[in-house]
């Protein structure tokens, strides 16, 4: 029985998702399907990267992972089907692979699409199911697809690093409205080098102490912890960090003064001395 976990940005509010897994289950009704989550923001790859990265780790060995976000940022003429650390990825061809993995895959396999069908979200996802039912019968990736193919290549956004400081993004905001940046605890300790530290954003707004728990500080006040996935965390005891702080996801493109003057609300910066 093959575990095969679905993530994408079509929501919940209609039959979709829904859809989506009554196709998989027509391929093949002994799928174990998993959802992680249907509410990726649109077309944000820093998003979806991290909740897929963080999420496939602790999977076993031989899940098949389907992740339909940004389907269609360019026609879909070919699917992509990845091996990796002993996880299959199945996605578009869209630059999100590699952003998840942040490597190169270990094997990459086009699918390909037929010309002559609506290539819509439930065909793409007839393509995933059956390219799953076909490893699960022992056939090899080679035969199932074309190997060794290029793949569009997006780079990871990665924290800006310099010996006394480290700026990082925000890309994630989780339910309760904690603010998740992508610097992680093992990038922190390396640039801090026991040194002394200040946590600041929002021009004026500062930590100087990594916590444990929300507990370890009074309701209502701000705090910074590393998360279970190993990410900075802005948070407030019993309170909404992105809401009250007017914190935002980061834009990957600030094309105009509008866009850069929200940088102050999307970057949190770590200054050591």
Not at 239 to 267: D, I, S
């Amino acid at each position: 029985m093959a575990i095969v976990t679905l993530t994408s940005d079509i929501g919940m509010q209609d039959y979709l998702a829904g859809a989506v897994k009554g196709q998989l289950l027509q391929i093949d009704p002994t799928f174990n399907i998993v959802d992680i989550t249907h509410a990726i923001s649109p077309f944000n790859y820093p998003q979806a990267a991290y909740i897929c990265r963080n999420a496939i780790r602790h999977f076993p060995a031989q899940t098949f992972h389907v992740i339909m976000v940004n389907l269609f940022e360019r026609k879909p003429d070919r699917l992509l089907m990845a091996f990796h650390n002993d996880q299959y990825i199945l996605c578009a061809d869209n630059g999100l692979l590699g952003m998840i993995l942040e490597d190169r895959p270990d094997m990459v396999i086009g699918l390909p699409s037929e010309k002559n069908i609506i290539r819509n979200t439930l065909y793409c996802a007839s393509v995933f199911g059956k390219a799953i039912d076909a490893v699960n019968r022992g056939e090899r990736l080679t035969d199932i697809g074309e190997p060794d193919i290029s793949f569009v290549e997006k780079n990871p956004l990665r924290p800006m690093l310099s010996d006394a400081w480290i700026e990082g993004q925000i890309i994630y905001i989780d339910n309760f409205e904690n603010v998740v940046v992508n610097i992680t605890r093992d990038q922190f300790e390396a640039q801090r080098k026991g040194r002394k530290f200040s946590i600041v954003f929002k021009r004026d707004e500062v930590i100087d102490r990594i916590s444990e728990t929300y507990a370890d500080v009074p309701e209502g006040e701000k705090l910074a912890l590393f998360n279970s996935a190993g990410y900075l965390e802005i948070a407030i005891n019993k309170g909404n960090a992105a809401g009250l702080f007017g914190l935002q996801g980061y834009l990957e493109q600030a094309q105009n003064t509008y866009l850069q003057n929200r940088l102050f609300y999307q970057t949190v910066k770590i200054f050591f001395s």
